[in-house]
Structure formats: structure tokens, C-alpha cells
């Protein structure tokens, strides 16, 4: 039994890589060569065998990059969407006609958000952020909204809610479940997730609404005006610079589309012709269709959990990213076939799938080693595969030690929750909301069994904590430096703000998943 596990020297070796990750962490440095040296020095220790530790370097990415590698696919072929909608400016039309019903500070803050937050939860808060910043923040800001009032919404909304739950494209759970173990499914995760974003999101959002209220004023384009004057200095490029795991191309993206979000209306009427005129027509209906064809995927992910029959059976596993995918794939052939024509498409095609990979490498591509040495304390399949061993020699490393320190572990689920909560805030130190999802993920499945705690709930809860710390709401050097240089505010401003609102979220979705989903 694995009570009864001897502890080895490659447990003692295995839980001061962690200890060095985790550090590494809260220094803010990146922790990509910790994970490699610790995968090594853990196979050395196992096998004594200094050339398989050396293959354990390789086969530890390699492994991660099979598990993962469905991650990566839909990221590039999201991307590839994206691009193609910008391409009919149809990504700008989506947005547009919300500015309409901001007809004052108080209904644009909750606008602000709903849009990020639908736009996050398709494409990530990589293109909802330039976009929602120039469309709908200088409406916003006309209306009567606080600029930093505008940065808290959107931080929430997109860094927060949609990117801790991640439920469309499924990053975030299946780094999760795949740490968990082979029994957690990841369309399990996600619904857990989703439920504690909205709990975490709305309690936020509704703290973050009661403190700036009185901060607003009546309409004016004075406001915007002044506004417009503001300067960003220099913060957004210089503190991008600091962050690590790529996050600041996770966080900028494509944001050099609509560094000037005032000119967006300007750049539609007068500096491209061919999209108000040729394209006009396709621009309009693909702002349409993008939008309903996720929808429908949605709907067949959603409605057979609440036990309405479409036809189909629920999606389970990677079905539900692969339908996520597969959609963003159809209409990017569509979109681009619209937009360039029947010959040329053929090759712009082609050209936008291979920019989503490049960016799909960029910003989770750091995560393979990390996730390698996580699986490898894992046992099973995933550590046979960094050791290059059978699958019954393969040490579970971590449940060893979660088993062998089982008296000290206090059994009370709220403190283990927020155990867990706590290690994933301090793995999201670093600026990146998932570096830490292997951690946080291998903990849940090690602790939950030993303590009787569903091991789903506890890996959304440590979900949360990584996702909302590093993501972009808690931390000044995390994507949040996007978020406040559009709205030009100050991002140790923007901090302050979000701290009470984003922490009494965490501390009450915390506590309902003990309470309900244990």
C-alpha cells in the first residue's frame, strides 16, 4: 500500500524540486530551467543511471507534449480564426453595436465586463482586451466611467472569470485533470471551474461596482478628451519586459491592431476602403456568424448535462475541444475564403494556421518541461514514460509523500481547500496564471483521496487561485500591465483596487465548493 511506501532518496529529491519551482515562483523568475534540472537530478536518483536521467530531460517535454499537444491545437486553430476575422474587421463589429446602450457609467461597467468576459471565454483575454479597450472603453469613458473603473471590469471579466475557468478552449482544466491523474476527467474540471469563476467574478465585480459608484460622473466628451491626453509612460512595454512564461505575449498578443483605440471608427470609414466597401457585406455577416456558431457549440457542450435531448450524446474528454476546434477551423476556411478569394485563401489559410501555432508555442510552449516533471511525480504511465520504464516501476513520488505526511495533514476540507487555494496564488507570483496548474493539479489528486475530498473540486479550487493570482488581476507584472495601459491608468493603481474584491472572491468560492461539491 502506499502507506507503507519507503521513502527514497528520489522523494526527498523529487519534493526539493518542488520546493525550488515554487520558490523560483515567488521570485519572479522563470521556472523552466528548475524543472529540468530537478527532472534530472529525480531520474538520477531513481535509476542511478546518469544517461537515462539525461533522456529524462527530453522524454519528460516529450510526454507532456503528447498529453498536451490537443492544447496547442486548439490555441493555433482559435488563432488562426482570429486572425482571419480581423482580416474582415469583423472582430471590431462584434463589439460595436454594445456601445450603443452605454448610456451611462453605471450600465457601461457592466457592459465592459459582459462583453470581455464572452469574448475571453472564445479567444482569450489576448485579443478581448485590445478590442473591448478600443471599442467600448472610450464610449465608456464618454458615458461617465472612471477609467480605472474600466480596467477593473475588464481585468475581472476576461484576466479573471473567463480565463480561471477557461471552459471554451480548455487550457486550463486539462493541464489540471492531465496532473490529476488518468481518472479526473477534464470536462469535469471545467465545469467545476466555471462554477467557481462565476462565484469568484461575481462577487468581485459587485465589490468592484459598490467601490468606484460614486466615482461616476455625468456624460461628457470632455471626459474622453482628458482621457485622451493621459499618457501610459512607458509602463506597459518596460513591466512586459519583466514578466516571465511568455506571459506578455500571452497578454499583448495581437494588441498592436488597436494600440489607438480612438481611431478605430476613423481606420474603418477612411483608411480601409476595401472592408467598408468590398467586404462590408461579409465583414457584418461573419460578426454574426462567429459569434452563433460558438453558440451552438456551446449549447451541444451544455444542454445534455441539464438533460435535454439534441441528439447527441454529452461531450466527454477531449471531445468538447475538439468540437471547439473543429468550428474555429470552419470559419476561419470560410472567413478567409470571403475575404481573399478562392485561389489565394488557399495559401492565406495555411499562413494563419501557422501563425496560430507560432503563437500557440509561444505562449504555452515553457509549460511542457514544467508539466514533465509534475507528471513524473505523478507514477503510472506519464512517469514510465519520463523514466522509460515499465508502467509497474514507475514511483508515484508525490502520493508517496502525501501518504507518508497523512498524520500531519489536517483532514478539515476547508483548510485543505484553502490550502490548496494558497499554493496556487503563490505559483501565479510569477505572472503566469498556469505555470502552476501541474502543481496545483498533482496536489489535488495526491490530497484529495487522502483527506476524502473530491479531487475535481480540489483541483478547480487550486485552478483559481494560479489563475485569478497570475492571470492578470493580483499581480502588477502579469497581463494586468495590458489592462492598464489601454485604460492609461497606473497598474500598481489598478492592483490596489482589485485586491479586496478579487481576494473576498477566491475566500467565498473557496468555501461554497466545500460546502456543495465536496
Not at 472612471?146 to 471552459?167: E, R, T
Not at 505523478?378 to 515499465?390: E, I, K, Q, S
Not at 503566469?432 to 478547480?460: E, I, K, Q, R, Y
Request: glycine share 10%.
Amino acid at each position: 500500500m502506499l502507506q507503507q511506501a519507503t521513502i527514497s532518496a528520489a522523494h526527498w529529491t523529487y519534493l526539493a524540486g518542488v520546493a525550488a519551482v515554487v520558490l523560483t515562483m515567488v521570485f519572479r523568475a522563470n521556472v523552466v530551467v528548475p524543472s529540468i534540472i530537478a527532472t534530472f537530478a529525480v531520474a538520477l536518483a531513481w535509476t542511478g543511471s546518469p544517461v537515462t536521467a539525461l533522456a529524462s530531460i527530453f522524454n519528460a517535454s516529450f510526454v507532456a507534449a503528447k498529453e498536451l499537444f490537443n492544447i496547442f491545437l486548439v490555441i493555433a486553430l482559435i488563432t488562426s480564426l482570429l486572425n482571419a476575422l480581423k482580416s474582415l474587421r469583423s472582430d471590431v463589429l462584434m463589439v460595436q453595436p454594445f456601445r450603443a446602450v452605454m448610456t451611462n457609467g453605471h450600465s457601461a461597467f457592466f457592459i465592459l465586463a459582459a462583453v470581455t468576459y464572452v469574448i475571453s471565454l472564445f479567444f482569450w483575454p489576448t485579443p478581448a482586451v485590445p478590442l473591448v479597450s478600443a471599442v467600448l472603453l472610450p464610449a465608456a469613458i464618454v458615458a461617465g466611467l472612471p477609467p480605472l473603473a474600466g480596467a477593473m471590469a475588464i481585468a475581472i471579466a476576461g484576466q479573471g472569470m473567463a480565463l480561471s475557468s477557461d471552459y471554451v478552449i480548455g487550457v486550463a482544466p486539462g493541464i489540471s485533470a492531465k496532473a490529476a491523474g488518468a481518472a479526473i476527467s477534464a470536462a469535469a474540471v471545467a465545469d467545476r471551474a466555471l462554477s467557481l469563476s462565476l462565484i469568484t467574478g461575481g462577487i468581485a465585480l459587485l465589490l468592484a461596482y459598490f467601490s468606484i459608484r460614486k466615482l461616476i460622473q455625468p456624460g461628457s466628451e470632455a471626459l474622453l478628451e482628458r482621457w485622451q491626453r493621459q499618457s501610459v509612460n512607458g509602463e506597459l512595454e518596460r513591466l512586459e519586459a519583466v514578466g516571465t512564461f511568455d506571459k506578455a505575449e500571452m497578454a499583448r498578443g495581437t494588441s498592436t491592431s488597436y494600440e489607438e483605440p480612438l481611431t478605430i471608427d476613423a481606420e474603418i470609414r477612411h483608411e480601409r476602403p476595401h472592408v467598408a466597401t468590398r467586404h462590408e457585406a461579409w465583414s457584418k455577416l461573419f460578426a454574426i456568424l462567429a459569434p452563433l456558431g460558438f453558440a451552438a457549440v456551446i449549447a451541444v457542450m451544455v444542454l445534455p448535462k441539464l438533460g435535454v435531448d439534441i441528439g447527441s450524446a454529452e461531450l466527454k474528454g477531449g471531445a468538447a475541444a475538439a468540437l471547439v476546434g473543429g468550428m474555429g477551423a470552419a470559419l476561419m476556411i470560410l472567413a478567409t475564403l470571403a475575404a481573399e478569394g478562392a485561389r489565394r485563401s488557399l495559401d492565406v489559410c495555411a499562413d494563419h494556421i501557422t501563425d496560430g501555432f507560432v503563437f500557440a508555442f509561444k505562449a504555452m510552449g515553457s509549460v511542457l518541461p514544467i508539466a514533465g516533471f509534475f507528471f513524473l511525480g505523478a507514477g503510472g504511465d506519464l512517469a514510465a514514460g519520463v523514466l522509460n520504464v515499465p508502467v509497474g516501476d514507475a514511483p508515484p513520488l508525490l502520493f508517496n509523500l502525501i501518504q507518508s505526511a497523512e498524520p500531519w495533514i489536517p483532514h478539515s476540507h476547508i483548510l485543505v481547500a484553502f490550502g490548496v487555494l494558497l499554493v496556487g496564488m503563490i505559483t501565479g507570483v510569477d505572472g503566469s496564471g498556469f505555470a502552476g496548474l501541474p502543481l496545483t493539479g498533482s496536489l489535488a489528486g495526491a490530497l484529495g483521496p487522502t483527506v476524502g475530498l473530491d479531487v475535481t473540486t480540489l483541483c478547480a479550487v487550486g485552478q483559481m487561485g494560479a489563475v485569478w493570482t497570475g492571470g492578470g488581476t493580483l499581480i502588477a507584472w502579469s497581463s494586468l500591465i495590458a489592462v492598464a495601459g489601454f485604460a492609461r491608468v497606473s497598474v500598481l493603481d489598478t492592483v490596489r483596487a482589485l485586491l479586496l474584491p478579487v481576494l473576498a472572491g477566491l475566500a467565498v468560492s473557496t468555501i461554497c465548493a466545500v460546502l456543495f461539491w465536496s
